[in-house]
Structure formats: structure tokens, C-alpha cells
């Protein structure tokens, strides 16, 4: 009979930070660029450079560290992670181990289970290693060193989660207050938030940890959580059968839904930490931090309670705008330039969530303008055109930013207004359909809606509604 197990899972979340520039040099952090081009002595290692502290980092770890409820560790210091690596050009890796800047936190997640707080350890600053390129065809690989001494920060959480749920509500969690914090974009599929998945699996109800397996290469939601489901079944396959679970590090294929072994999972001494001799320690003045503590955000609980009261969103739209930093600036600046909160909140709840959905797209990754936005809600607010219409226009915004003003003036969309063509159209229409006409006399008030539904089609959708059904009723 196979036995009830229970999974524990702690995660290591690598958030790139929005700095211009690198953690120890002015060289560029932009996403993209030709190979090797953003780059210096420093950020290649070569001897004799020395690395300066970029004191925008610090800011955004601390600030991090805050909004997670972390305690700042005042007086900290940087170490070095030793290790031989083609991405990693120094041969070493300036971290943090023994003092990192922010420590014991944790954040409160929901899931169908309930809510619960996700302990987080530490977090520290570090730099990020270049970026190795894989060449099937010509048999080699390339290394690209642009990323190469990013900032990062480190957001190492306690082994408290036990299903991929969780995991998937953790991390997006934490997503969305950094966004908020504007501390990092969080782009997975950029790499500038990455998630190493520790997991193993125990007897329920027994309470040592098995042995733990780190899961690499994960850069999208969908990949963690079909990587967590197969290393837990992996695991428990093998203990069913007798085996033991290997202490190691392996590589996520999420096209083959499948890992493989990529070496033995290393212990803090194998990778000989020492400190930095090339930084002197942070003294970090308490003045400082109270500074940053008073410049965070509006985070999203505040922001949802004040949807509710000064724009009287229900409760389930203020939810899902204010679950996304980008989706409630556009909220906000649309619902000024309009006036009318009611109606933004309804076309980004409605036709923006269902083009979001469609295209397999983030809220972040939106690109039309409040401007624009707000302009499509004044014309169909002032009857210049159709709902219809409308929404025809909407997906020309949500695709390209157009300009709905001149989008509809260009492509002839305006609501037809003069009473003598919609006349002769309801009277063509009222010929073309006499059983409908007969069924409306008859009481039947369905028919109507057949009858506009035919006007609207002959006008294009260039008409409005309700006084293509006045008319119709008058006429008839």
C-alpha cells in the first residue's frame, strides 16, 4: 500500500533590480543589447579593477526588506562566493552570507486552503553572472558577460510551503510588491525574477526533512508549478521503491516536462566564502531607513479599501486592478482624465481582461496609454459611437495605442445621426422582415430586438441603439 506523503518546499527568488546602472560599476543594466557591450574591467574581472558599491542597491534591498516585514541588519558586509564558472568571470561571485542586509520576515498569502504566513529567512544583495549560450549547430557555447554584475537581490524563504499552489501564490506575492516598491520590473520571462525550487518530500505527519533536491531554469509560473508536481512524484516513486533521493541541483525541461541531474548539491563551504577585502563593511545610520520606510507605496490592501471608497468599485474589481501595479496606474490616470472610474474599471475588468486572456499576456505587459483609453470611453460616452463600435476600436488600442479620435474619424465609425437615413434604413428594414413586424403587433416584444439587431447591421454598427428602437417603435 503506498504511503500518504507530505512535501516541503523553500524557494531562492533572484530579483534583478531597476538600477541604470551596474551593482559595482556605470555600466549599463538595459535588458538586450549586442553580446559584450555593456561592459568594463570590473564587470569582467579583469585584474586589478576594483568594485564601488552602487548605493541605489542598498536602497531597494532595504526597501524590500521593509514591505516583507524583514529586520535590516545595520551593520552588514559583503563575501565572496568562490566558484569556476564560464559565465562567472572573476572565478568568484561578491555576495552575501554571513551578515545579509535583511533578515526574518515573511509575507501572508491566500490560497483555496486559507491564508498563512511564508516565513522568509534572509535577503541579500549579490551580482549576477553573465550568460552562457548553447550552439547546437556549430557544438559550442558563447558567453555573453552584459549581465554579467547586475544587482540582485536574494530572497531566501523559510521551508515553509507544501503544494505548488502555494508556491504559485508566494511568488506572486512577492511580485507584486516589488513592482509596487518599483524596485524591479519582474519580468521571468527577462530574467529579472527567478525562482530556484528546494523541495523534498516526508511521510505526513513525520517531522524531519528527506533530502532535498534544488530545481533550476524555471522562468515562467506554469513551468514552477508542473516542475514542483513532477519532482514530488519523482521523489516519492523512489522512496516507494526503496531508493534514495540524491542531494542535488537539476535542470528544469519544461518543453519535455521533465529534469535531469546537472552536478551535486554544494554545502557553504564547498564554495569557501571569505570576506570581501575589495568592500568595506555597510554601516547602514537608522535616519536612512526611517527615510526609506516613509517613501513606500500605497501598497495593494490600502489602495484596494480606497478603490472601494472614493471610486465604489465592487470589491472583486478593486481585487483584480490593484493586483497589478502597472494595471492600477492605468486605472488611476485613465479614471482622472475621464471622470468616470466606473466605466475604466469596466473596460479593463471586461475587454482588456478577455484580450489579456486570449494572447496569453501579464497586465504588465499592456501598452496602451491612459490617454488613449480615456478618449474611446468620452466618445462613447458622448454617443459618437456605438458600444459595438467601440470595441472594435479597442482592440486597434490594445494592439497598437491608437488614437481612437482619429482612428474613428479616418475610418468613417462615427454614429450616424441624421434622422432621414436612419429613417429609410428602419423602413427597409421593417419591409425586408414581415414576420417579425407581425410578431411585435402581436405583443411579442422580442421581436424588437430582431429588428434593431437588423438596423444596427445595415448602419454598420454606426448607429445608436436606443434611438434606432425609438424609431422602430414609433414606425411601427
Known amino acids: 500500500m503506498r504511503k500518504e506523503y507530505e512535501t516541503v518546499i523553500g524557494l531562492e527568488v533572484h530579483v534583478e533590480l531597476a538600477t541604470k546602472t551596474k551593482i559595482f560599476c556605470g555600466c549599463s543594466t538595459t535588458f538586450g543589447g549586442a553580446p559584450n557591450t555593456h ?12 568594485p564601488v558599491l552602487n548605493k541605489k542597491v542598498v536602497e531597494y534591498a532595504i526597501a524590500v526588506g521593509l514591505a516583507t516585514g524583514c529586520s535590516i541588519t545595520q551593520n552588514c558586509k559583503f563575501d565572496r562566493k568562490n566558484y569556476f564558472y564560464p559565465d562567472n568571470p572573476q572565478n568568484y561571485q561578491i555576495s552575501q552570507l554571513y551578515l545579509p542586509i535583511c533578515q526574518e520576515g515573511g509575507v501572508e498569502i491566500e490560497t483555496p ?15 549576477d553572472a553573465g550568460k552562457l549560450i548553447h550552439d ?27 503544494s505548488a499552489e502555494e508556491v504559485i501564490a508566494y511568488l506572486e506575492k512577492l511580485r507584486m510588491i516589488i513592482q509596487y516598491l518599483g524596485a524591479s520590473d519582474c519580468k521571468l520571462n527577462e530574467g529579472s525574477m527567478r525562482a530556484d525550487v528546494n523541495l523534498s518530500v516526508r511521510e505526513a505527519g513525520t517531522e524531519p526533512f528527506g533530502t532535498r533536491t534544488e530545481m533550476k531554469n524555471l522562468n515562467s509560473f506554469k513551468a514552477i508549478a508542473r ?7 519523482r521523489q516519492i516513486d523512489l522512496l516507494e521503491e526503496g531508493k534514495k533521493v540524491v542531494q542535488e541541483t537539476r535542470r528544469w525541461d ?16 564547498d564554495y569557501r566564502y571569505f570576506p570581501e577585502p575589495d568592500l568595506v563593511p555597510l554601516m547602514i545610520r537608522t535616519e536612512w531607513i526611517e527615510e526609506i520606510r516613509a517613501r513606500q507605496p500605497e501598497f495593494q490592501p490600502e489602495k484596494r479599501n480606497r478603490y472601494r471608497q472614493e471610486y465604489g468599485l ?15 496606474d492605468i486605472f488611476e490616470r485613465t479614471a482622472k482624465l475621464c471622470g468616470k472610474p466606473k466605466k475604466v474599471s469596466n473596460w479593463l475588468m471586461g475587454e482588456t481582461m478577455r484580450l489579456l ?10 501598452r496602451f496609454s491612459p490617454e488613449n483609453l480615456a478618449n474611446l470611453i468620452r466618445l462613447t460616452e458622448e454617443g459618437s459611437i456605438s458600444n459595438t463600435v467601440a470595441k472594435e476600436v479597442f482592440e486597434k488600442i490594445f494592439a497598437e495605442d491608437t488614437d481612437p479620435v ?3 474619424e479616418k475610418q468613417g465609425l462615427k454614429t450616424v445621426n441624421d434622422e432621414g437615413e436612419l429613417k429609410e434604413t428602419i423602413e427597409q428594414v421593417i419591409q425586408n422582415n414581415p414576420k417579425s413586424v407581425e410578431d411585435y403587433r402581436n405583443g411579442k416584444e422580442k421581436a424588437i430586438g430582431f429588428l434593431v439587431g437588423q438596423t444596427m447591421k445595415a448602419m454598420k454598427g454606426k448607429a445608436n441603439p436606443g434611438v434606432v428602437n425609438q424609431m422602430l417603435r414609433e414606425l411601427l
Not at 559550442?140 to 515553509?160: A, F, T
Not at 465592487?314 to 492600477?328: C, F, N, V, W
Open 254 to 269: 519544461d518543453n519535455k516536462g521533465d529534469s535531469y541531474p546537472m552536478r551535486s548539491k554544494e554545502d557553504a563551504q
Open 357 to 366: 486572456r486570449e494572447q496569453e499576456m501579464e497586465p504588465e505587459e499592456i
Open 39 to 50: 561592459t568594463c574591467p570590473v564587470c569582467t574581472g579583469m585584474p586589478g579593477s576594483l
Open 136 to 162: 547546437e549547430w556549430e557544438d559550442c557555447s558563447l558567453v555573453d558577460y552584459n549581465r554579467s554584475g547586475v544587482p540582485l537581490i536574494e530572497i531566501v524563504s523559510e521551508p515553509d510551503m507544501r
Open 113 to 127: 486552503a486559507g491564508k498563512k504566513i511564508i516565513g522568509i529567512h534572509e535577503i541579500h544583495m549579490e551580482e
Open 406 to 408: 482619429s482612428y474613428v
Open 227 to 233: 516542475a514542483i508536481e513532477h519532482e514530488k512524484n
Open 314 to 328: 465592487p470589491d472583486y474589481d478593486a481585487q483584480i486592478i490593484t493586483g497589478s501595479k502597472h494595471l492600477s
